[in-house]
C-alpha cells in the first residue's frame, strides 16, 4: 500500500468533477430544436377544396344606380370579384349579368341592366369595338361570348314585346338644370344619368335630329338609323328636353347657358374634318372623312368615284372605302402606311372591306394630288420604308419609290379635327395642340360649373369610351351642384387590371371532346357582300329567335369563388382526378357533380393555375390521413368542407 | 412453350453469361446476391456479387424494379401536363433539375422565350436543390460508414433549405414549379433575404461537419485510396459529374456548355485528384459553396419584370421537329430529347439518366475492393433508382 494507490480514487475523483465542470460552462453539445410545430406556408399543396358552388342561385347580377355604382364598382375592384367583362368594358356594363338573364329568358330585364351602364345598348350592339369580348374568359375554351349582338338581341325582343321607357329608380327631384352641349353619345349619357339624379336636363344640338356622330358618321350599313332614333325617344321620354338645330357660339352664347343653368357639360365631340397638306389638296373631289361620311349618312348623296383612294388605315378610313362603293364607285382602293397585320382598324371591319371588293394598298403614303382642270386625276403615292426606328418610336420614312393611280376622288381618313371654337376666351384653358383641358378622372375644366365629357375629354376614341367618360363627369355635375368634394372616395373606371389578362388563350382546344353547355359561338348571319354593296342593306342581319339564348348560355358566368363547372380543372389533371358535370338547362345553372380521387392527385397545382373563377384552391391541410380508404374518394360536399385553419391560405393571386 | 423460333438456337438469352458468376471448383469464390431490397443500396437495386474471401471479385448490377414507364406516359400527356411527372418520375431528389431540363427541350420546340427574371429564379431553385441533393448524397455516406449522426445534421441543414423551396412553390420534394416559358409564382416578399440568410447559416456549419466526419480518422480510412479511378478511366467508362470531376478532369456543363443564363456568374469547377470516394465527398461539399456563390450572385442580379411568359397557348401544338436539351444535375448531366408530330402530345421523349450511367460504372468501381467498401461506392455513385428505371 503506497501514497499513489491512496491518492488514486481521489485524483480520478476531482478529474471527474473537472470534467462535469467543464461541461456545465462549455456550450452544449446536442442541439435544441423548437417544440411549436413548423408554419406551413401559404403555398402549401394540400387536398383540393372549393370555395362555392353555383348552384340553385339568382343569376349574377351587378346593379346600381348612378350615384352608387362607383362606389359599388371601388368595392368589387378592392375584392378583385369583378368579371372580366365588366371590367373589360369602359362603362362597366354588367354583361355577366345580360347573359345570365338572357339565359334564364329574362330579355327586357337584360336590357334594361345593360342600359343603367349603357345608355343606347342596341345602338352599340351595332357599331361597338367589343373590348370586353377579347377578355371574354370563355375564350379561353373556345370562342368568346357574343356579348355585343346579344345587346341587340335583347333591344329586338324589347322593340316586339314591351315598348316603354325605362323607370327611373331615384325619385328625388331637384330644382338644378343642367345644359348639355351635344347630342351623341356622351351627352346622352351625361343627361341620362342626370336626369335619374333628378335634374332638369336640355341637351342643346346643332343638327336638326339627335345622336351626333351616331347619324352624322356611323355608315348605314353598320347602324340601322330607326334604332338610334328609338332608343333615344326612350331617353327623351324619361325626361330629358332637346333643343334641336342650336349652334351653340353662334345662335347662343356659352356666358347665356352658363347664367341660365346651373351647371354646363360641353360633350361635342370632335366634328371637323383633317385634309393633310400635301400639293393638290385643295382640288375638287379631295374629302375629308367626316365631311364625306357626313355627306353620305344625311343622304346628300356625295358624288364620287368611280375610282377612289382612300388615306388611312383605321375604322374610319375601312367606313369611307365601304360607302365609297355604295356611293357609285367601282373601284375603292385604301391606302396605309401600315402593313395588313398592323392596321389599326378591327379585323372584321377589313376583312368586310375586302369581302366587298376593297382593295389595300399596304404600306403606301400620299406624296401628291395629281390635278387636271382644278379637279382631282389621280394621286401618286410613296412606298413606306420603315415605320419605327431603332428603338421602336414612330417614325414613318419613305422610299424612292413611287407609284401613280388615276382616280377622281380621294378621302382622307386620317384623324378628326375639333370644333369649339365657343369655348375660346371663355375661361377654358386649352394644351398646345389646342385641345380644352379637363381633370381625367373627373371631367373638371377650370371654368367654374363647366364640364366636358365623352371624346372632349379623353381624346377620340371609341363610343364605349365617350359613354364611360360621360358617366364620370354626369357624377361630377352632381357633386359640384351639391357642393361636395369631386374626388373624395372616387376611383376612376375600372379598365382591365392585370388580373383579367393572366390566363394565356389556348385557341380551340383540338384534342378534347368539345366543351359542355352551348357549343361553339353562335355566329350572327351576314349578308352577302356582293349585294349590300348595291342595295345599302345593313351588314348584320341579326339572330333568328332562340340563337340568343343559345349564345347566352354559353357564358360561363365568371363569379370569383365559384365553381360554374367549366371543366377546366379536368381537363388539365394529368392524372384524371377530377371528373366535373354541369347542368344546364338554361333557366338555371348548377354543378351537378364535383368528384376528386384525392388518392391519385399528385399536387402539381395545374387545376389551381387554370380555375378561371379562383374558386379550387389546395388546402393547407397538412395530414390528411383517413380510417378508410373510401374517405380519400372526395365528392361535391367534401369538396365544399369547411376550412380548418381560421385564417384561410391565399392562392397565387393572394386572394383572401 | 417451345423455344422462341426467331432466336437462333446457339445464342444464350442472357447478355450475361451465368458462368462468370458461378463458384468455380479450385477457388474459393462464392455467389452473393445483395438487394433489391438492401438499406445500403440507395434504392431497390440488385447487386450479384462474387466474392473472394472478402474482396469483391465480380459484380453485376440488375435494375428494373422502379420502373414507371416515364417515356409512355408522357406520350399521352399534353406539353405542360409533362412537367408533373419529370420531377417524380425521374430523380426525384433534384426534381428542378428534371422540371428544367424538360421545360429547356419542350421551349427549344415551342419557340418560347423565358423571361429574365425567371431565368434568374429558376437558376436560384435550381441551386438550392442542387445543395439539398448533395447534403443527403454525403449524409447517406455518414449512415453507410456508421456515422448516423452526420446524416441527421446534414438533413437538418437539409430542411432549411427546404423550407425556401417550400415557401416559393408550397412543395418540399416534388415541386412542379417551373412552367413552360418561366416559373409559375413570383419569389414571396422578403424570400431572398431568407435564402442568404439559410445560405449562410449552411455554409457555416461546413467546419463542424469536417470536425464531426470529414476529418475523422474512420472516414480517412474507409474512403481514401478506396476505388481510386484515373481521368482516363473515367473517360472510358463513360464517368461524368462528380466522379468524373474527382480525378481531376474539369468537366460541367455549366461552365463548359453553358445553358440559360449560366454564363452571367462567377464560380469554380471544384475537382479532386485521386478520384476515391474521399475526393468525391469533397467534390461534392465544395460544389454546395460554387452554388451558394451563383446564388448570392443571381439574388443580387435579379431583375424586375415578368416570371411568366404571356400568351403562352395553354395546349401548345409545336410543330413537327425534335429538340434536345441538357444540363448538370447533382448527379451529372441529365437530357431530353423530344420529338414532335405536330400534334398537342410529345410523339416520343427520351430520358437520359444520369443515376443509370452511374450505375453502370459500378463494376468497374467496385471489383478489388472489399464487400464493405462496395456500400461506400455506391454511395458516393449517388443513384437515384427513379432515375435508372424511370
Known amino acids: 500500500?503506497?501514497?499513489?494507490?491512496?491518492?488514486?480514487?481521489?485524483?480520478?475523483?476531482?478529474?471527474?468533477?473537472?470534467?462535469?465542470?467543464?461541461?456545465?460552462?462549455?456550450?452544449?453539445?446536442?442541439?435544441?430544436?423548437?417544440?411549436?410545430?413548423?408554419?406551413?406556408?401559404?403555398?402549401?399543396?394540400?387536398?383540393?377544396?372549393?370555395?362555392?358552388?353555383?348552384?340553385?342561385?339568382?343569376?349574377?347580377?351587378?346593379?346600381?344606380?348612378?350615384?352608387?355604382?362607383?362606389?359599388?364598382?371601388?368595392?368589387?375592384?378592392?375584392?378583385?370579384?369583378?368579371?372580366?367583362?365588366?371590367?373589360?368594358?369602359?362603362?362597366?356594363?354588367?354583361?355577366?349579368?345580360?347573359?345570365?338573364?338572357?339565359?334564364?329568358?329574362?330579355?327586357?330585364?337584360?336590357?334594361?341592366?345593360?342600359?343603367?351602364?349603357?345608355?343606347?345598348?342596341?345602338?352599340?350592339?351595332?357599331?361597338?369595338?367589343?373590348?370586353?369580348?377579347?377578355?371574354?374568359?370563355?375564350?379561353?375554351?373556345?370562342?368568346?361570348?357574343?356579348?355585343?349582338?346579344?345587346?341587340?338581341?335583347?333591344?329586338?325582343?324589347?322593340?316586339?314585346?314591351?315598348?316603354?321607357?325605362?323607370?327611373?329608380?331615384?325619385?328625388?327631384?331637384?330644382?338644378?338644370?343642367?345644359?348639355?352641349?351635344?347630342?351623341?353619345?356622351?351627352?346622352?349619357?351625361?343627361?341620362?344619368?342626370?336626369?335619374?339624379?333628378?335634374?332638369?336636363?336640355?341637351?342643346?344640338?346643332?343638327?336638326?335630329?339627335?345622336?351626333?356622330?351616331?347619324?352624322?358618321?356611323?355608315?348605314?350599313?353598320?347602324?340601322?338609323?330607326?334604332?338610334?332614333?328609338?332608343?333615344?325617344?326612350?331617353?327623351?321620354?324619361?325626361?330629358?328636353?332637346?333643343?334641336?338645330?342650336?349652334?351653340?357660339?353662334v345662335d347662343i352664347t356659352l356666358e347665356r347657358l352658363r347664367a341660365e343653368h346651373d351647371a354646363v357639360v360641353v360633350a361635342a365631340g370632335y366634328t371637323g374634318g383633317r385634309v393633310l397638306p400635301i400639293p393638290g389638296h385643295e382640288a375638287e373631289g379631295v374629302w375629308s372623312a367626316i365631311d364625306f361620311l357626313y355627306a353620305y349618312c344625311m343622304g346628300e348623296d356625295p358624288k364620287v368615284g368611280p375610282e377612289v383612294v382612300v388615306i388611312g388605315g383605321g375604322d374610319v378610313g375601312c367606313d369611307c372605302s365601304r360607302s365609297a362603293l355604295r356611293c357609285g364607285a367601282t373601284l375603292s382602293m385604301q391606302a396605309h402606311v401600315e402593313d395588313r397585320e398592323g392596321m389599326p382598324a378591327q379585323e372584321?371591319?377589313?376583312?368586310?372591306?375586302?369581302?366587298?371588293?376593297?382593295?389595300?394598298?399596304?404600306?403606301?403614303?400620299?406624296?401628291?394630288?395629281?390635278?387636271?382642270?382644278?379637279?382631282?386625276?389621280?394621286?401618286?403615292?410613296?412606298?413606306?420604308?420603315?415605320?419605327?426606328?431603332?428603338?421602336?418610336?414612330?417614325?414613318?420614312?419613305?422610299?424612292?419609290?413611287?407609284?401613280?393611280?388615276?382616280?377622281?376622288?380621294?378621302?382622307?381618313?386620317?384623324?378628326?379635327?375639333?370644333?369649339?371654337?365657343?369655348?375660346?376666351?371663355?375661361?377654358?384653358?386649352?394644351?398646345?395642340?389646342?385641345?380644352?383641358?379637363?381633370?381625367?378622372?373627373?371631367?373638371?375644366?377650370?371654368?367654374?360649373?363647366?364640364?366636358?365629357?365623352?371624346?372632349?375629354?379623353?381624346?377620340?376614341?371609341?363610343?364605349?369610351?365617350?359613354?364611360?367618360?360621360?358617366?364620370?363627369?354626369?357624377?361630377?355635375v352632381h357633386r359640384h351642384i351639391q357642393g361636395l368634394p369631386l374626388t373624395e372616395g372616387r376611383r376612376p373606371p375600372v379598365h382591365p387590371p392585370e388580373y383579367y389578362l393572366e390566363k394565356p388563350y389556348a385557341p380551340n382546344p383540338p384534342d378534347f371532346e368539345h366543351f359542355g353547355p352551348g357549343g361553339r359561338r353562335v355566329h350572327m348571319p351576314e349578308s352577302n357582300p356582293r349585294v349590300r354593296v348595291r342595295t345599302g342593306e345593313q351588314v348584320e342581319l341579326g339572330w333568328p329567335k332562340g340563337d340568343g339564348h343559345r349564345e347566352a348560355i354559353r357564358c360561363m358566368r365568371c363569379q370569383t369563388h365559384v365553381c360554374v363547372a367549366c371543366t377546366l380543372c379536368a381537363r388539365v389533371c394529368p392524372d384524371n382526378c377530377i371528373d366535373v358535370a354541369g347542368h344546364d338547362t338554361g333557366f338555371e345553372r348548377r354543378v351537378e357533380r364535383y368528384d376528386f380521387m384525392m388518392e391519385w392527385c399528385c399536387f402539381c397545382g395545374f387545376c389551381q393555375d387554370v380555375c378561371p373563377t379562383q374558386t379550387l384552391s389546395l388546402a393547407a391541410d397538412f395530414d390528411y390521413a383517413e380510417r378508410e380508404r373510401r374517405e380519400f374518394f372526395y365528392d361535391r360536399e367534401k369538396m365544399l368542407r369547411p376550412f380548418d385553419k381560421p385564417d384561410e391560405m391565399p392562392n397565387k393571386d393572394g386572394l383572401p | 412453350m417451345g423455344p422462341n423460333p426467331q432466336m437462333p438456337p446457339d445464342v444464350p438469352e442472357r447478355a450475361v453469361p451465368e458462368g462468370d458468376f458461378r463458384a468455380a471448383d479450385d477457388v474459393q469464390d462464392f455467389l452473393i446476391n445483395i438487394g433489391p431490397h438492401h438499406p445500403g443500396t440507395h434504392g431497390v437495386m440488385r447487386l450479384v456479387t462474387r466474392l473472394d474471401d472478402e474482396k469483391v471479385a465480380g459484380l453485376d448490377v440488375r435494375i428494373g424494379y422502379m420502373h414507371r414507364s416515364l417515356e409512355k406516359i408522357v406520350e399521352n400527356r399534353t406539353y405542360p401536363q409533362v412537367i408533373a411527372f419529370t420531377d417524380r418520375t425521374a430523380d426525384y431528389l433534384a426534381a428542378m433539375h428534371n422540371?428544367?431540363?424538360?421545360?429547356?427541350?419542350?421551349?427549344?420546340?415551342?419557340?418560347?422565350?423565358?423571361?429574365?427574371?425567371?431565368?434568374?429564379?429558376?437558376?436560384?431553385?435550381?441551386?438550392?436543390?442542387?445543395?439539398?441533393?448533395?447534403?443527403?448524397?454525403?449524409?447517406?455516406?455518414?449512415?453507410?460508414?456508421?456515422?448516423?449522426?452526420?446524416?441527421?445534421?446534414?438533413?437538418?441543414?437539409?430542411?432549411?433549405?427546404?423550407?425556401?423551396?417550400?415557401?416559393?412553390?408550397?412543395?418540399?420534394?416534388?415541386?412542379?414549379?417551373?412552367?413552360?416559358?418561366?416559373?409559375?409564382?413570383?419569389?414571396?416578399?422578403?424570400?431572398?433575404?431568407?435564402?442568404?440568410?439559410?445560405?449562410?447559416?449552411?455554409?457555416?456549419?461546413?467546419?463542424?461537419?469536417?470536425?464531426?466526419?470529414?476529418?475523422?480518422?474512420?472516414?480517412?480510412?474507409?474512403?481514401?485510396?478506396?476505388?481510386?479511378?484515373?481521368?482516363?478511366?473515367?473517360l472510358r467508362i463513360g464517368a461524368q459529374g462528380p466522379v468524373l470531376r474527382s480525378t481531376g478532369y474539369r468537366w460541367d456543363l455549366r461552365k463548359d456548355m453553358p445553358y440559360s443564363i449560366y454564363d452571367r456568374f462567377d464560380f469554380d469547377i471544384p475537382v479532386g485528384t485521386t478520384g476515391d470516394v474521399y475526393d468525391r465527398t469533397e467534390v461534392r461539399v465544395d460544389e454546395m459553396i460554387e452554388s451558394a456563390k451563383i446564388i448570392q450572385q443571381a439574388i443580387e442580379d435579379i431583375p424586375e419584370g415578368p416570371f411568366l411568359a404571356d400568351r403562352i397557348p395553354r395546349i401548345p401544338t409545336?410543330?413537327?421537329?425534335?429538340?434536345?436539351?441538357?444540363?448538370?444535375?447533382?448527379?451529372?448531366?441529365?437530357?431530353c430529347y423530344l420529338v414532335s408530330d405536330g400534334g398537342p402530345k410529345p410523339y416520343r421523349m427520351k430520358w437520359r439518366g444520369a443515376s443509370f450511367h452511374n450505375v453502370a460504372m459500378l463494376p468497374a468501381l467496385a471489383v478489388g475492393y472489399t464487400l464493405s467498401d462496395l456500400i461506400n461506392i455506391v454511395g458516393t455513385l449517388d443513384p437515384v433508382m427513379g432515375d435508372v428505371d424511370r
Not at chain 1, 380 to 395: C, E, P, T, Y
Not at chain 1, 415 to 444: H, I, M, W
Not at chain 2, 319 to 328: H, N, V
Open chain 1, 348 to 476: 372584321v371591319e377589313v376583312s368586310g372591306a375586302i369581302e366587298e371588293g376593297v382593295v389595300l394598298l399596304s404600306e403606301w403614303g400620299p406624296d401628291e394630288i395629281l390635278v387636271e382642270n382644278g379637279k382631282v386625276a389621280g394621286i401618286r403615292l410613296r412606298k413606306v420604308a420603315s415605320r419605327f426606328d431603332a428603338s421602336g418610336k414612330w417614325d414613318l420614312k419613305y422610299s424612292d419609290e413611287v407609284t401613280e393611280l388615276a382616280c377622281q376622288s380621294v378621302i382622307f381618313a386620317v384623324g378628326q379635327r375639333l370644333n369649339v371654337d365657343f369655348l375660346k376666351g371663355s375661361g377654358v384653358e386649352f394644351d398646345a395642340q389646342g385641345r380644352p383641358l379637363c381633370d381625367q378622372s373627373t371631367g373638371a375644366t377650370a371654368l367654374d360649373g363647366v364640364f366636358l365629357a365623352g371624346d372632349l375629354a379623353t381624346g377620340p376614341r371609341t363610343i364605349i369610351i365617350a359613354i364611360g367618360q360621360a358617366h364620370e363627369t354626369a357624377l361630377s
Open chain 2, 318 to 335: 409545336p410543330a413537327p421537329g425534335e429538340a434536345y436539351a441538357r444540363l448538370e444535375s447533382p448527379r451529372g448531366e441529365i437530357g
Open chain 2, 99 to 234: 422540371d428544367w431540363v424538360y421545360c429547356l427541350a419542350a421551349e427549344r420546340l415551342l419557340g418560347i422565350s423565358v423571361p429574365e427574371r425567371a431565368e434568374y429564379l429558376r437558376v436560384i431553385v435550381t441551386e438550392i436543390n442542387r445543395m439539398a441533393s448533395h447534403l443527403i448524397s454525403i449524409g447517406a455516406l455518414g449512415l453507410d460508414t456508421g456515422a448516423p449522426t452526420y446524416f441527421l445534421w446534414c438533413f437538418e441543414a437539409r430542411e432549411r433549405l427546404v423550407r425556401l423551396l417550400e415557401e416559393i412553390c408550397g412543395a418540399r420534394l416534388t415541386y412542379v414549379y417551373l412552367r413552360l416559358g418561366g416559373v409559375i409564382y413570383d419569389a414571396p416578399p422578403g424570400w431572398f433575404e431568407r435564402v442568404r440568410g439559410a445560405l449562410r447559416s449552411v455554409i457555416d456549419e461546413f467546419p463542424s461537419y469536417r470536425k464531426l466526419f470529414h476529418d475523422n480518422y474512420i472516414w480517412h480510412e474507409r474512403s481514401k485510396g478506396i476505388s481510386t479511378l484515373t481521368p482516363e478511366e473515367a
Open chain 1, 1 to 249: 500500500m503506497s501514497w499513489e494507490s491512496l491518492l488514486k480514487p481521489w485524483v480520478g475523483m476531482a478529474r471527474g468533477h473537472m470534467e462535469t465542470l467543464k461541461q456545465m460552462v462549455s456550450p452544449p453539445v446536442t442541439r435544441m430544436y423548437p417544440k411549436e410545430p413548423a408554419q406551413l406556408s401559404p403555398r402549401w399543396r394540400g387536398p383540393l377544396r372549393l370555395r362555392g358552388v353555383m348552384d340553385h342561385e339568382p343569376p349574377p347580377v351587378t346593379d346600381a344606380e348612378p350615384l352608387g355604382f362607383n362606389d359599388l364598382m371601388t368595392e368589387l375592384h378592392e375584392q378583385r370579384r369583378i368579371a372580366p367583362c365588366q371590367g373589360g368594358c369602359p362603362a362597366n356594363v354588367d354583361a355577366r349579368g345580360q347573359n345570365a338573364l338572357v339565359a334564364a329568358g329574362r330579355y327586357i330585364e337584360a336590357y334594361n341592366l345593360v342600359r343603367r351602364r349603357n345608355v343606347l345598348p342596341a345602338v352599340l350592339g351595332y357599331v361597338c369595338n367589343n373590348p370586353c369580348e377579347d377578355v371574354c374568359r370563355r375564350s379561353f375554351l373556345d370562342d368568346p361570348i357574343a356579348i355585343r349582338q346579344l345587346h341587340r338581341d335583347c333591344y329586338e325582343v324589347y322593340d316586339r314585346e314591351a315598348r316603354f321607357p325605362g323607370h327611373l329608380e331615384n325619385l328625388v327631384y331637384r330644382p338644378e338644370h343642367v345644359a348639355v352641349i351635344g347630342a351623341g353619345p356622351a351627352g346622352i349619357a351625361a343627361a341620362y344619368d342626370l336626369v335619374q339624379m333628378g335634374y332638369r336636363v336640355t341637351v342643346y344640338e346643332r343638327e336638326r335630329l339627335p345622336g351626333g356622330l351616331l347619324v352624322t358618321s356611323v355608315p348605314l350599313y353598320r347602324l340601322d338609323r330607326k334604332v338610334v332614333a328609338q332608343e333615344i325617344a326612350d331617353i327623351a321620354e324619361l325626361g330629358v328636353e332637346f333643343s334641336f338645330g342650336v349652334n351653340v357660339g
